[in-house]
DNA sequence: CAAGGCTCCTGATAGC
DNA sequence: TGCTATCAGGAGCCTT
């Protein structure tokens, strides 16, 4: 379940073994996974062919690849379980594999970034895709201009998430996953930082106080930063998996799948309720309901 | 227009 | 043993 740390993990890959290197083949080996590049995978793959791979960049869960010297960028989402994975040519296709990049270099077998390496975009419950767009003046692929920034951009504005918490009329598990209010926060970290702020996920935004959103910033910040510390380390090996896999769900979390085991801070058994077609976990005693339920 | 709910998908797992 | 039900959930899209 990758989130913000997971797909910086995968862009910093990106980075290291993609950028500069010429698409040489683009192969399309299922339709939804290009599915939001609407004029078709046939056109995805002509259009890409030829293109030189800029430096990856992302914001919150997307990750992009520019296309240099064209207002253009090849726009990646892993969904739920997407990877991008940089392979050997020779290496067996994954059983999910979606949609394969060679590269020029990889042919003759010269040239930094992974000579005879190839990149696959590996997805198994098709949650992902690739797709191809304009990008706006400053570089943003156009579909994602409604995408907030992420707690991690240096130009993220707290004064302003604080104004935006207060102004809604919602719940803060709700605006912590609105993705136009604060992007990269999914699921479990969103349940991580509200552990650690000792706040209810049902609790209203508009009654927030300024040292509360700070604290939970903060505690964002913290949770996301330290998944990072765990994940970012892993794309640095020879045989490069650039697939995102932090390795902290299985240590560090506080919150996540814990229902029934005791809370790290009080002793007191987690607890899992049903929410929005999915999970919340937390500590009934830590975080307790706002009195009044919206 | 904001807010909330529905839906896409596949595989692991639980239950009978 | 083998079937069915449930769960995982990002985000576009639709309804209210």
Redesign the pocket.
């Known amino acids: 379940?990758?989130?913000l740390p997971e797909v910086e993990v995968v862009r910093r890959g990106l980075e290291r073994w993609v950028a500069g290197r010429t698409v040489a083949e683009v192969e399309v080996l299922h339709p939804?996974a290009v599915r939001?590049h609407l004029a078709g995978g046939a056109d995805f793959a002509l259009r890409l062919r030829g293109q030189r791979i800029g430096t990856a960049r992302r914001r919150?869960?997307?990750l992009w690849l520019p296309l240099e010297g064209e207002p253009l960028a090849v726009l990646g989402?892993?969904?739920?379980?997407g990877q991008l994975l940089v392979q050997p040519e020779a290496a067996p296709d994954e059983?999910?594999l979606r949609v394969r990049l060679r590269f020029t270099d990889s042919i003759s077998g010269s040239a930094a970034g992974g000579p005879g390496t190839e990149l696959r975009f590996v997805d198994?419950?098709?949650?992902?895709g690739l797709s191809l767009h304009d990008t706006t003046p400053d570089g943003l692929p156009d579909?994602?201009a409604?995408?907030a920034r992420d707690p991690l951009d240096e130009a993220f504005d707290d004064a302003a998430f604080h104004t935006a918490l207060r102004?809604?009329?919602?719940?803060i598990k709700?605006a912590l996953?609105?993705?136009?209010l604060i992007?990269?926060v999914?699921?479990?970290y969103?349940d991580e930082a509200l552990w650690r702020s000792r706040l209810h996920y049902d609790r209203p935004t508009a009654n927030l106080t300024r040292p509360r959103s700070t604290e939970l910033l903060g505690h964002v910040r913290d949770v996301m930063n330290a998944a990072l510390a765990v994940g970012g380390t892993s794309f640095d090996s020879l045989y490069v998996n650039v697939n995102g896999e932090s390795g902290y769900f299985d240590r560090s979390l506080d919150a996540?799948?814990r229902e029934g085991e005791p809370c790290g801070r009080c002793g007191t058994a987690m607890r899992?309720r049903?929410w929005?077609?999915?999970?919340s976990y937390f500590c009934p005693r830590c975080q307790r309901p706002p009195r009044i339920t919206?």
Do not use: C
């Open positions: 379940m990758p989130e939804r939001r919150g869960k997307y989402h892993l969904g739920m379980s059983k999910h198994q419950r098709t949650f992902g579909v994602i409604h995408i102004l809604r009329r919602t719940t709700r996953l609105d993705q136009s992007s990269g999914g699921n479990i969103a996540y799948g899992r049903p929005m077609n999915r999970s919206a």
